[in-house]
């Protein structure tokens, strides 16, 4: 059970180029979460997903899209960098019982994104 | 949710019990007490959660007061790799609606740091 990773674990971009960022689970949660940390700023909602082939914008979605084709997996894609998106990205998730009832979020470990 | 107040920091001797207290005076009645801390550079970790009744796992115990007004996170035998931002989150478990409702907002949190 290696609960949430993500892949990759660092990467560095050029502005303006592309790249997706994965996350898997294997809990069979049913939501899912990407968050961005920056220094000082704590932990802030870019997209979530409240079920397969569902997907809603979070506290702070410009930039980014995120899919979810299969329950097990998450995807988060930045269409064309910039270097306000130089961060740290969490994925987590979370068990869900009944629509609307949300138990508690386990974290991946984070990828570090450096836009230049 | 309802806010919560934490000391910003605490030390602890290796080996020995790690109190961590938390202030949560407005919580409403269907709102759970959670723990999560955050190791240095890691993905934000779930710890435990209660809602009036005390409970411990294999991580902690969580002991909530009679008017569930305050809490502590209690470490049993602290070693160096707790050292970690312990943060305390007070939030119902449903129902869920909208993007702010699912986000997990850390607070500043306790600084622990273990001594050898």
């Known amino acids: 059970n290696a609960g949430v990773t993500q892949t990759p674990k660092f990467r560095v971009l050029k502005t303006g180029q592309s790249m997706t960022l994965l996350c898997a689970q294997d809990m069979n949660h049913e939501y899912m979460y990407w968050y961005r940390q920056d220094p000082g700023m704590g932990l802030r909602l870019i997209h979530y997903s409240v079920g397969e082939g569902t997907t809603a914008k979070g506290e702070v979605p410009d930039g980014y899209n995120v899919s979810r084709l299969k329950k097990q997996n998450f995807l988060l894609g930045l269409e064309s960098a910039a270097p306000s998106q130089t961060s740290v990205y969490f994925c987590?998730?979370?068990?869900?019982?009944?629509?609307?009832?949300?138990?508690?979020?386990?974290f991946g470990p984070g990828t570090r994104l450096t836009v230049t | 949710d309802a806010k919560t107040t934490q000391p910003p920091s605490m030390d602890c001797a290796e080996g020995r019990a790690a109190n961590l207290p938390c202030n949560h005076s407005?919580?409403?009645?269907?709102?759970?007490v959670y723990w999560y801390r955050q190791i240095h550079s890691q993905g934000p970790q779930y710890i435990i959660h209660?809602?009036?009744n005390n409970e411990t796992n294999e991580m902690a115990s969580l002991i909530i007061t009679e008017d569930r007004k305050s809490s502590t996170l209690i470490l049993p035998h602290a070693t160096l790799r707790d050292t970690a931002v312990y943060y305390c989150?007070?939030?119902?478990?449903?129902?869920?609606?909208?993007?702010?409702?699912?986000?997990?907002?850390f607070g500043k949190g306790t600084k622990l740091s273990v001594i050898p």
């Open positions: 407005t919580i409403s009645g269907n709102e759970y």
């Open positions: 989150i007070v939030r119902s478990q449903g129902t869920y609606s909208g993007a702010g409702s699912y986000q997990l907002t």
């Open positions: 987590a998730s979370s068990f869900s019982p009944v629509p609307g009832l949300i138990y508690e979020q386990y």
């Open positions: 209660g809602l009036k």
